[in-house]
């Protein structure tokens, strides 16, 4: 069976569309997203389009920052810094990754973790680390709520992951061991990696490298959730070769369609949570 991220992210999306308009009938005002982008990288300038088109789409406002490619880190720095101090700024998202030479973590660790919708900040992945609320990075959210949505019980299943980034691998690791999976965490340096793959129930692929996952690395009636978005002359294509793959497994998502609109929903999400915390904290 089919994951359909696009059509599950509709359906998140259509809900939150409501939630939103009850929450400007309820304070008042309506809710304010901050997306910073920096520089010329096009599959950036594609995510942060399709986001500020998410937020029309649910009424959520959106205040766009857009920096030149050779900014300094200090330029970035300032820009963050005034979205943190104004209090109409909900969520602030910088997309990653940001121009070579400037240190991510310099810039991530200016945005307070209550309008860190993105879930990057230290505080936020310490909190999921340790199993407390916190808000959650957004592709792995969209994951688990994919794998929730056709009902599959995760509780005591082999979950395999592959890739191990900061904002992928190790947060989605994270949440499925909180579902009591048995995680293996996978990368580059992996060995028997095929062997670890054909065990895993759970799949998930974030490697980056299109149509890496073939029919041998899949065990029987598997769960497979394909991360990867790879631009080929054949047009954008997953981590999985889902025509090879889709026979073996019994649940798997597709690329384009499945994890990437998801994704974009769980940001909505993650910044209409941000701004009810934010007023009912009286901020
Ligand atoms: N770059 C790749 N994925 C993401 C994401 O989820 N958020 C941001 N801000 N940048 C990204």
Known sequence: MIIDGKALSLSVKTELKEKVSDFERQFGRKISL???????????????????????????????????????????????????????????????????????????????????????????????????????????????????????????????VIGRSNIVGKPMALLLLQEDCTVTICHSKTKNLTEICKNADVLIVAIGKANFVKEDMVKDGALVIDVGINRTENGIVGDVDFENVKNKASYISPVPGGVGPMTIAMLMQNTYNCALKRVKNGL
């Open 34 to 160: 901050a997306v910073v982008l920096v520089g010329n990288n096009p599959a950036s300038q594609v995510y942060v389009k399709n986001k500020i088109k998410a937020t029309e789409f649910i009424g959520i406002n959106s205040v766009s920052v857009i920096l030149k490619e050779d900014s300094t880190l200090e330029e970035i720095k300032d820009k963050v810094i005034n979205l943190a101090d104004d209090s109409s700024i909900d969520g602030i998202l910088v997309q990653l990754p940001l121009p070579k030479g400037i240190d991510e973590n310099e810039v991530l660790k200016l945005i307070p973790p209550e309008k860190d919708v993105d879930g990057f900040s230290s505080a936020n992945v310490g909190n999921l680390l340790l199993g407390k609320p916190s808000v959650v990075a957004c592709t792995p959210l969209g994951v688990l709520t994919m794998i929730k949505s056709v009902n599959y019980d995760l509780k005591g299943k082999n979950a395999v």
